[in-house]
């Protein structure tokens, strides 16, 4: 190596140690930095990566009522789901759709789960069914808290079902007579009842099931039709007109405001009145008698279950409920000067304060 050759040598080795001893300095502050910047970065990148969508079944849930107020049935079913080795997020996922009392809605959100590929639905209610039922004639549909499936043509009977629909049904004869019961043994006086009813489909044979266990215990009953808050309060008018000595409730939980509506205009009236839904006990009314609807939503679980191993809807057999609730609101009992029997305390599920 010439002597030019050494100096360029030298001269670059030199550049080289004071750059290695100017980033020696500063080493601390140059890895902190760059470790932060790592770190905000890989925080970034979670932050956008989207969420892992769950493997397995998709199940659709459909319903009339609130998604913020009336979830319990929802709840119910995962829990049911869950205890079957089903869990939500992990290897299913339940797709929840709510009217918010909207009943018009139903169809389209009936169509806009089946346009997400669920492979079963659950439905709850008579209208939510049927939103569902003329929608698909093929996706399976496991509904609950329908009043008589049968009745409305979503099953061909109870035993044999026979479609693509299943689940749990309200149908229960001895369900009126003991709202009838009940109602009687809290105003031993009864001898005319008015039924409040929605128009909704089986209307007729309700009406009916409720007018034959009213006559066979020596009841009179008039019906009223009540789909409106208008309707509703032309309804209490003619209540005062036709002197009853009770209501019975028949319609299903409706939406909150006119839950509300029903059970301020029936405290009004001064009448005794008993509910087929426990939700209008638990929101200020005066006495329900009603299916469980976390047992319900509990046991369709187990239809979902057997569905999405391989079982057909239209073999499984329609149930009815075992499990029902009796409740009686002492507040409102108290408002109306009623003295609730000791009987109906001791076998009441629960007492409102």
Request: hydrophobic share 45%; proline share 5%.
């Amino acid at each position: 190596m010439g002597r030019l050759d050494r100096k360029v040598a030298t001269a670059a080795r030199d550049r080289e140690h004071q750059r290695h001893v100017f980033w020696a300095a500063r080493a601390p502050a140059y890895r902190l930095k760059r470790r932060d910047f790592l770190y905000l970065a890989a925080g970034s990148a979670i932050l956008r990566r989207p969420a892992v969508a769950a493997t397995g079944p998709r199940i659709g849930f459909i319903a009339a009522g609130s998604g913020t107020t009336d979830r319990g049935p929802l709840v119910a079913l995962r829990g049911g789901l869950r205890a079957l080795g089903w869990s939500d997020g992990d290897n299913c996922a339940i797709l929840d759709r709510w009217a918010e009392a909207h009943t018009e809605r139903l169809p389209d959100l009936a169509r806009e789960l089946i346009g997400s590929a669920v492979d079963i639905l659950v439905t709850a209610g008579t209208l939510a069914t049927l939103a569902a039922t003329n929608t698909t004639a093929t996706i399976p549909i496991v509904m609950v808290g329908v009043g008589d499936p049968v009745a409305i043509g979503v099953v061909d009977s109870l035993e044999q079902p026979g479609g693509n629909v299943t689940g749990l049904s309200l149908s229960s004869h001895e369900l009126i007579a003991k709202r009838l019961q009940l109602l009687r043994e809290l105003v031993p006086s009864l001898h005319r009842v008015a039924i409040i009813v929605r128009n909704e489909p089986g209307l007729e044979q309700t009406l009916a099931d409720i007018h034959g266990d009213a006559e066979r215990m020596g009841l009179d009953s008039v019906e009223i039709e009540a789909d409106s808050g208008r309707a509703l309060e032309f309804a209490f008018t003619r209540l005062r007109n036709d002197r009853c000595d009770g209501l019975y409730v028949a319609s299903g939980p409706l939406g909150p405001a006119k839950r509300a509506q029903i059970i301020a205009a029936a405290a009004q009236s001064r009448l005794a009145v008993i509910y087929s839904f426990g939700i209008f006990a638990a929101g200020g009314g005066l006495m329900s008698f009603a299916a469980d609807d976390n047992d319900l939503f509990r046991r369709a679980a187990g239809f979902v279950d057997h569905i999405l191993k391989g079982a057909n809807p239209g073999n499984l057999a329609v149930e009815v409920p075992t499990r029902f609730e009796l409740a009686i609101n002492l507040k409102a009992a108290k408002a109306l000067q009623l003295t609730v029997p000791p009987s109906l305390l001791a076998r009441a599920d629960t007492l409102i304060q």
